[in-house]
């Protein structure tokens, strides 16, 4: 009976880990693309590129960037950046696990000209 409440416990904690890994991958990506959207937008400003953005916030939130879908767009039109961010836990019995996550965002420059509320 011991055994089988410690494994169960066991089970418990790896799903629990898993679980929680994978809701830090997901804000890990929402940041990356959250950062890389207006940076596709040219005279926005930003230093970097859209991709080294991504990969900085990726990074700040304990994941690493592996694609950016976030093209330099010049013009006025709405654009949508997608990235895949990793990361990486260490789970007790089951060792080193890549946890992806997929996330994107829009962003619309001509919002940047409307009058504020």
Partial sequence: LVALVAVLALG?????????????????ADAAA????????HPFGAAGSPASEAERFAQLNGARLV????????????????VL?????????????????MSRATFEPAALLADPP
């Fill in 67 to 82: 694609r950016c879908s976030c093209q330099i767009d010049e013009s006025w039109n709405a654009r949508t950046v997608e």
């Fill in 12 to 28: 418990v904690g790896l799903v629990g880990g898993g679980i929680a890994a994978y809701a830090q991958a997901l804000s890990a």
């Fill in 85 to 101: 961010v990793v990361r990486v836990i260490v789970l007790p019995v089951v060792g080193s696990v890549r946890i992806p996550a």
């Fill in 34 to 41: 959250l950062a890389a959207a207006p940076v596709t937008f």
